[in-house]
C-alpha cells in the first residue's frame, strides 16, 4: 500500500512557540492531504484539507492564521502550528490521497505536547 | 454537513465470538464508506471499504454491509482474535476528492 511519513513523531515546546510538522507520500503523488487532530480517546476530527499549490480549506472553528498548512509539492504537506499553547497538546495525523483513487493513507501521526 | 454516528463505543467480545459495529449516515449523496483500525498511539490503517453500488463486501474475517435507504453499513469481524482489539472508526464521504467525516470510534476489546 502507499505509505505517507510524518516528522516528527513527538515534540515538546515551550508555551508561545511555533512548531512545524511535515507530512510525506513516499511513493505516490498525493493530490490532496488533510489534517487531522485527535484527543486522547476521541476520535479523528479534520482540520483542513490541502491541495497542491492552492490554499488549504480549513474546517469551522480552525483559525488559519494559527494552523499554517503549506502544500508546496505533490509529496509534502506542512503544518506549521504558531505561537501554541497547552491546548493546542493533541496527536496531528496527516493523510494523503492519490491520483487514482478515493483511499486516504494515514501517517504515522505527531505528538504534541506544549508546556 | 455529514454526520456519522457509531455504536457501541465500546465492544467486548470473547475469543472466537463475533463483533458487530454499526454506522449511521446522514447526506444521501455519500457514497464512500471506509473502515479505519488504530492501535493505541498509532495511525489509522484501511481495513475495509464498501461503494454505493455494492450491498456486501468480505475479506477473509472481515465483512460490511450497506443499506443505502436506510442510510447505514456495519462492520463484521467473525472469528475474533486478540490482535483485533482495537478502536474502529466509520467514515462517509461523497464524490471523489471530498473528505471523509468519521464516527466517534469502537473501542473493541477481545478476551482470550
Known amino acids: 500500500g502507499a505509505v505517507v511519513s510524518q516528522h516528527p513523531s513527538w515534540v515538546i515546546c515551550k508555551s508561545g512557540t511555533s512548531v512545524k510538522i511535515e507530512c510525506r507520500s513516499l511513493d505516490f503523488q498525493a493530490t490532496t492531504m488533510f489534517w487531522y487532530r485527535q484527543f486522547p480517546k476521541q476520535s479523528l476530527m479534520l482540520m483542513a484539507t490541502s491541495n497542491e499549490g492552492s490554499k488549504a480549506t480549513y474546517e469551522q472553528g480552525v483559525e488559519k492564521d494559527k494552523f499554517l498548512i503549506n502544500h508546496a509539492s505533490l509529496t509534502l504537506s506542512t503544518l506549521t502550528v504558531t505561537s501554541a499553547h497547552p491546548e493546542d497538546s493533541s496527536f496531528y495525523i496527516c493523510?494523503?490521497?492519490?491520483?487514482?483513487?478515493?483511499?486516504?493513507?494515514f501517517g504515522p501521526g505527531t505528538r504534541l505536547t506544549v508546556l | 454537513g455529514e454526520n456519522v454516528e457509531q455504536h457501541p463505543s465500546t465492544l467486548s467480545v470473547q475469543e472466537g465470538d463475533s463483533a458487530v459495529i454499526k454506522c449511521t449516515y446522514s447526506?444521501?449523496?455519500?457514497?464512500?464508506f471506509p473502515w479505519y483500525k488504530q492501535e493505541l498511539g498509532k495511525r489509522p490503517q484501511l481495513i475495509i471499504d464498501?461503494?454505493?453500488?455494492?450491498g456486501e463486501k468480505k475479506d477473509q474475517r472481515i465483512a460490511v454491509t450497506l443499506n443505502k435507504t436506510a442510510k447505514h453499513f456495519s462492520l463484521h469481524i467473525t472469528e475474533t482474535q486478540p490482535e483485533d482489539s482495537a478502536v474502529y472508526f466509520c467514515a462517509a464521504s461523497k464524490a471523489a476528492g471530498n473528505k471523509l467525516t468519521f464516527g466517534g470510534g469502537t473501542r473493541v476489546l477481545v478476551k482470550p
Open positions: 447526506d444521501s449523496a455519500s457514497n464512500y
Open positions: 464498501i461503494r454505493s453500488n455494492v
Open positions: 493523510s494523503a490521497r492519490g491520483t487514482s483513487g478515493r483511499t486516504e493513507f
